[in-house]
């Protein structure tokens, strides 16, 4: 079974590359709301269908993205 966590709006407590800390530091420091989710690796298109909970967000390789407008 393919692990996705529940929805969570804090950074993670340890990072993969030093990217993923630039980026939730320049969110923290301008305030920018964002929701995350951690999973297994995903390796094909099925996982990445898996990693799309319940809600509007578009994955872009790294992150998803939910447009700040759309109702779930």
């Known amino acids: 079974m393919f692990f996705v966590s529940g929805t ?4 993670p407590d340890s990072y993969k590359s030093h990217l993923q800390e630039t980026v939730y530091e320049l969110l923290t420091k301008l305030q920018i709301p964002f929701e995350r989710v ?13 990693i799309n909970p319940a809600c ?7 992150f998803y ?8």
């Open 38 to 50: 951690s999973t297994d690796e995903a390796i094909s298109m099925e996982d990445c269908i898996k």
């Open 56 to 62: 509007a967000w578009v994955y872009t390789g790294y």
């Open 8 to 11: 969570m709006e804090t950074a």
């Open 65 to 72: 993205l939910k447009h700040k407008h759309r109702s779930v």
